[in-house]
């Protein structure tokens, strides 16, 4: 069965770095715009990254950036959030998802459009 699967988090102290990884199975990557998404504790999901298959463009919401950086590796069938200068405030599980949509460069669906896959997340906690 076609999934996608996070990994990558975990624990660090402000100001530090961590690396996730958003991995397909079952489906090629290459044909699908990637979206990051995170949610904290009691707060909504929000968007946080998305990177075009058409041109490999990445885009970065506000308030990572500067900070976070996607990419791609479609040998590798992955997609990668390099976060840096962390914060406690980027506390949350991190998901990715998959969609044969057009994401905008704010990474928004078009109407009607919806998320193919879906991963399980991968929690990331920034504390000292």
């Known amino acids: 069965q076609a999934h996608v699967v996070e990994s990558g988090g975990g624990l660090v102290q402000p100001g530090g770095s961590l690396r996730l990884s958003c991995a397909a199975s079952?489906?090629?990557?290459?044909?699908?715009?990637i979206a990051w998404f995170r949610q904290a504790p009691g707060k909504e999901r929000e968007g946080v990254s998305c990177?075009?298959?058409?041109?490999?463009?990445?885009y970065n919401l506000e308030p990572v950036i500067g900070r976070f950086t996607i990419s791609r590796d479609n040998a590798k069938n992955t997609v990668y959030l390099q976060m840096n200068s962390l914060k406690p405030e980027d506390t949350a599980v991190y998901y990715c998802?998959?969609?044969?949509?057009?994401?905008?460069?704010?990474?928004?669906?078009?109407?009607?459009?919806?998320?193919?896959?879906w991963g399980l997340g991968t929690q990331v906690t920034v504390s000292s």
């Open positions: 990177i075009s298959r058409s041109d490999d463009h990445p």
């Open positions: 998802a998959a969609t044969s949509g057009v994401l905008d460069h704010g990474c928004r669906l078009p109407r009607g459009g919806g998320y193919d896959f």
């Open positions: 079952g489906f090629t990557l290459d044909y699908y715009d």
